[in-house]
């Protein structure tokens, strides 16, 4: 299956699925990467790693709609089977998401359904829950709100920040990004009316 990812920053989750592809465990092929910002290190990994990479800034575009419709072209270029977003920092058209209904995945900082949108990290401290953690889930027109596929739960300790958290939370990314694009590059992880369905194997 052909991937592609969508990033908009440093892609340490890029760089867990580039590790996994390379040790032969992601099940699939990262066929190219889209930045929406110039000059961020997601950019630098991929070429690194011999992936294509191309950048989409936002800021040339008037609307939304505009961008989304142009980042759509850019993706389908490649004829991916997934759209991963790895730290995408875009809210996304319900026309675009449609059109990846049930092949494009995203990882989001908490537990959902708490705390969909940003600062999840501090927001999790502020609130003085004891546990934390992050969501791979399927992207639908609702912002962090699609079915989820997989969590990673991350207790909170005594004396955390958000980034000593974000730190522990981003272990775990790293561990349940590549396993989730494993399942769906096997066939395994489906989308199905609205719910996220893992078959046994
Ligand atoms: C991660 O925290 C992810 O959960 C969120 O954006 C961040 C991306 O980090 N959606 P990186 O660019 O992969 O390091």
Redesign the pocket.
């Known amino acids: 299956p052909r991937i592609v990812v969508l990033?908009?920053?440093?892609?340490?989750?890029?760089?867990?699925l580039i590790d996994a592809e390379a040790g032969g465990e992601l099940g699939g092929k990262i066929v190219g990467v889209i930045s929406n910002r110039p000059g961020?290190?997601?950019l630098q990994r991929a070429e690194a790693a011999g992936i294509d990479a191309q950048l989409l800034d936002h800021t040339g575009f008037s609307s939304r709609d505009a961008f989304d419709a142009a980042l759509q072209s850019l993706i389908d270029q490649y004829r991916p089977d997934l759209v991963v977003?790895?730290?995408?920092?875009r809210i996304l058209t319900p026309a675009f998401t449609e059109h990846y209904q049930g092949r494009m995945l995203?990882?989001?900082?908490s537990l959902l359904p708490k705390y969909q949108g940003l600062h999840?990290h501090q927001r999790a401290l502020d609130a003085g829950d004891d546990c934390h953690g992050?969501t791979v889930h399927f992207v639908t027109a609702e912002l962090d709100g699609g079915p989820a596929v997989i969590q990673a739960i991350v207790p909170i300790i005594e004396g955390d920040t958000a980034e000593s958290l974000?730190a522990r939370?981003?272990v775990q990314?790293?561990k349940i990004y590549p396993m989730a694009v494993r399942w769906f590059a096997e066939g395994r992880l489906k989308y199905h009316q609205g719910k996220a369905w893992l078959d046994e194997q």
């Not at 977003?85 to 920092?89: D, I, N, Q, V």
């Not at 995203?106 to 900082?109: C, G, L, S, T, V």
């Open positions: 990033l908009s920053g440093s892609g340490t989750n890029l760089q867990a961020v290190k997601g977003l790895a730290g995408f920092m995203n990882i989001h900082p999840t992050v974000s939370v981003q990314e790293h």
